[in-house]
């Protein structure tokens, strides 16, 4: 069966540390895959979107990585503050989807402590 | 960036009522809307995919007479859900995308709908 999964429902880090959330993916074939930051009662937005023929984005303080071997991608979000508080997720959309649907994680939520 | 908005943010209603959430992109045109439902921490579920012109396409288990969607426009889509009972009261979030199918997808606000 096709599955995302998010390793760690929760991520607890302190203040200036790097948060490295994990995205795993099982019968899936991504043409890209996306994370976004989710805050409680507010819709998702979007962070970074990386394609099946790249290893590494990068975008101020984040950084994803995509291992089409491991079918594994990493974000990481390095000089921590606590405003990183959220649920990020990890969307993937398939490869032959002609309307760009995409499959969500579950999502980590990552708290930052001073 | 892309903007989405979604409108009402909440809605609080009784029993049997139909309620119409908007979902409107404003500063692109999305030839492709999505609209999701979310129960508390879970993943984000696909209701519908809808491109503008023609009828949506809805994910299995979701009732199309039951969760009506109307993409009339390239910046305008809306999903009514009819004759709503408690089981529906969710939180229903709309998603843009600028075509091509290469695009990111830009969320609404979300609409938390109660039925009492």
């Known amino acids: 069966s096709q599955k995302i999964e998010q390793n760690s429902e929760a991520l607890n880090i302190q203040e200036g540390k790097t948060a490295t959330l994990t995205c795993n993916y099982t019968?899936?074939?991504?043409?890209?895959l996306q994370w976004y930051r989710q805050d409680p009662g507010r819709g998702p937005v979007f962070l970074l979107l990386?394609?099946?023929?790249?290893k590494e984005k990068r975008k101020e303080r984040l950084k994803v990585t995509f291992d089409t071997t491991l079918k594994q991608s990493l974000f990481h979000i390095t000089a921590s503050q606590p405003a990183d508080s959220a649920t990020y997720l990890c969307?993937?959309?398939?490869?032959?989807?002609?309307?760009?649907?995409?499959?969500f994680g579950r999502g980590t939520q990552l708290t930052v402590w001073p | 960036g892309a903007v989405v908005s979604q409108h009402p943010s909440r809605v609080i209603c009784k029993s049997g009522t139909s309620v119409k959430i908007e979902c409107r992109s404003l500063?692109?045109?999305?030839?492709?809307m999505f609209w999701y439902r979310q129960f508390p921490k879970q993943s984000l579920m696909l209701m519908a995919t809808?491109?503008?012109?023609?009828?949506?396409?809805?994910e299995q288990g979701v009732e199309k007479d039951k969760f009506l969607i109307n993409h009339a426009s390239l910046t305008l889509s809306t999903l009514t859900v009819t004759s709503a009972h408690p089981e529906d009261s969710s939180f229903y979030i709309c998603?843009?995308?600028?075509?091509?199918?290469?695009?990111?997808?830009?969320f609404g606000d979300g609409t938390r709908l109660s039925i009492l």
């Open positions: 998603s843009a995308s600028g075509g091509g199918g290469n695009q990111p997808q830009h």
């Open positions: 019968n899936y074939s991504p043409a890209y």
């Open positions: 990386i394609r099946e023929n790249e």
């Open positions: 969307a993937l959309r398939n490869r032959g989807s002609t309307l760009g649907r995409l499959y």
């Open positions: 500063d692109f045109q999305a030839t492709t």
């Open positions: 809808s491109n503008e012109g023609s009828k949506a396409t809805y």
